[in-house]
């Protein structure tokens, strides 16, 4: 069931850009969220965001355009994930390697017109995001901005901002203040 009937335009944004130029393909999953390279069982490299929700779809793309060529063959990008009811170190841990997706997700989310949050996905330990990972994500975003995009990002960020009619991103808009601001 898709909630959201920007997913699909999403989802035909981001093939058309990647599927095959990247041969990566964006897909909607009912389960958890999971990159699959390709196999001999599926010719594509998959993003698959949970449940059909838009901004599942663009962390899981942050993700894709954070990680390199070889990350890019790996399940997962071969990163390290534990669910769910992580103790304090590895929450400390998982917001490590968090900043630059977060930061690349917040770019996407705001140039497809939405509002972005911060996530610590770690909800049963009561462990939100952490004052430290905020102000690292927001300097990551910045320093992407001032220093340009990678160009995955910023082609995704340029076809985003033109399929939902969004102005330039600007430094302005990333500040722990105006995290949930829309552009």
Same mark, same amino acid.
């Given at each position: ?20 130029? %990247? ?7 009912? =389960?958890?969220?999971?990159? *699959?390279?390709? +196999?001999? /069982? @599926? ?15 663009? %962390? ?7 990680? =390199?060529?070889?990350?890019? *063959?790996?399940? +997962?990008? /071969? @990163? ?29 989310? *705001? ?73």
């Amino acid at each position: 069931m898709d909630l959201d009937p920007q997913v699909d335009q999403l989802i035909e944004c981001f093939n058309t850009l990647f599927l095959e130029s %990247h041969n990566t393909e964006l897909v909607r999953g009912n =389960g958890e969220p999971i990159y *699959l390279p390709a +196999d001999s /069982g @599926y010719p594509h490299h998959r993003i698959i965001f949970a449940h059909g929700f838009f901004a599942s779809a663009l %962390h899981e793309i942050a993700h894709w355009c954070v990680a =390199g060529p070889e990350r890019r *063959l790996l399940e +997962d990008f /071969g @990163y390290w994930y534990k669910p769910d009811g992580r103790t304090a170190e590895e929450q400390s841990e998982f917001e490590r390697v968090e900043v630059s997706p977060q930061a690349y997700e917040w770019i996407l989310t *705001l140039s497809a017109g939405r509002k972005f949050h911060f996530s610590a996905d770690n909800l049963s330990q009561g462990l939100g995001p952490s004052d430290s990972f905020k102000q690292s994500v927001v300097n990551r975003a910045q320093e992407v901005l001032t220093n340009g995009m990678n160009p995955r990002l910023q082609a995704l960020s340029e076809a985003l901002r033109a399929l939902y009619t969004v102005e330039p991103l600007s430094l302005a808009q990333f500040h722990l203040e105006c995290s949930v601001c829309a552009s």
